[in-house]
């Protein structure tokens, strides 16, 4: 099929508010592995050792100077801000699914951009996440809890055997 799950719109939330009509851009977390190359005695060549993953990030730009978002800045030291994007996806045949990503993190960076007149203001507010979910259609793709060490990709938990390796959940 031609021109399947397209992103056709987007909305945002933040610490429960809503930002329709306000959201101009939004870059989900890059998920990346942190990998390490080994090579040891008998091999011919490295081959890469996963140590983890890479801190996730996101960014967003609203077109509005708000002040409920710009209070967000500087929340105390393990506290979280909720952050929700909601997306529509179509396909070619007319077929609506929904996308959502669910975060929390802190708020590490709002750069307020160039002040002209007659021109749209710029927030760009980036956060440093401790969780990130996503839901395609229903189904949960990743849920990442760094606090926690979960990463579940495709509904199994990569570090469920190392968490009980480490006892974590154990009283001892």
Do not use: C
């Not at 009509?21 to 005695?41: F, K, M, S, V």
């Not at 529509?88 to 007149?117: C, N, Y």
């Amino acid at each position: 099929m031609a021109a399947r799950d397209v992103l056709k719109n987007i909305n945002l939330f933040v610490d429960g508010r809503g930002y329709a009509g306000q959201i101009d851009e939004y870059n989900a977390p890059d998920l990346t592995l942190q990998l390490e190359d080994y090579r040891a005695g008998g091999m011919d060549a490295p081959i890469a050792i996963e140590m983890g993953q890479e801190a996730l990030e996101t960014s967003f730009q609203l077109i509005s100077y708000d002040a409920d978002v710009l209070a967000l800045w500087g929340v105390a030291e393990g506290a979280s801000v909720p952050l929700t994007v909601r997306g529509a996806l179509e396909s070619f045949d007319g077929t609506v699914k929904p996308v959502l990503h669910q975060m929390r993190g802190r708020i590490t960076s709002m750069q307020r951009g160039a002040w002209t007149p007659g021109s749209k203001p710029a927030l760009t507010v980036t956060l440093r996440l401790t969780y990130y979910k996503e839901t395609h259609n229903g189904s949960v793709l990743h849920e990442i809890d760094v606090e926690n060490m979960v990463r579940i990709v495709n509904g199994t938990d990569r570090l469920a055997a190392q968490r009980e390796a480490l006892g974590q959940g154990d009283n001892e």
